[in-house]
């Protein structure tokens, strides 16, 4: 099966444990205003690739994965649904640990889908999942689309006990109310499967990419928000979680 990928990344550090062969794909449904990726939004702008393809890349550089794997992001990768689970299937069938970097955007009780996701899920061994808002119409103007589907994803990998890391990134006056970030506490508080919380501060890496595809920046003028700004939400989230929890 050929897949739309817009890029691979061979040395990855930041896209789950240990050194990674990262895969974006090409596709996603929202349109977040810090995506640092928005020419990965087309399905078809990325290059038709096969699995094959993407698992001799990876034995180039095999010995340096030693203590990682592959990760695939995007975009948003599960609207490649049935080439991810392909290309993780092979990859497992060689022992390669894999990561799932994902929004869970798609996710609907559809028995169809939820049949996909199921297989899918018996070659995946991480999900970072990233919650943008926890307030559904805050999530909307955020990202395009509400969050319903987001927390109902989180709560299908936890039935699965499928381990996950939870991301979250905080722009000024948009993520990083108390009340929100106590929210999310909250709501990741009655996740068993969550074993990493990331809290990452927004950063303007991605403008130059809307300015070369003649796109207007929808945060312009927002300033990147400082790691002790950060630092301090994942507190307030992680005292909003052992406060739940107990």
Known sequence: MDGYVHS??????VDGPGIRFVVFLSGCPMRCKYCHNPDTWDLTGGTK???DELISQYKRNEPF???GGMTVTGGEPLVQID???ELFCAAKACGIHTCLDTSGATYRADPEYIK?????MQYTDLVMLDIKHID??????LCGMGNEGILAFAKYLDSKNIPTWIRHVIVTGITDGEEELINLGEFIAGLKNVKALDVLP???MGVAKYKSLGIDYPLTGVAPTPAETAKKAKETILKAIHSKRT
């Open 49 to 51: 690739t096969s699995v």
């Open 8 to 13: 691979v990344e061979s040395f990855g550090t």
């Open 116 to 120: 996909k996701l199921d297989t899918l």
């Open 136 to 141: 559904t119409d805050a999530h909307r103007e």
């Open 83 to 85: 080439f991810l689970t």
């Open 65 to 67: 994965y030693k203590n």
């Open 202 to 204: 927004y950063h303007t």
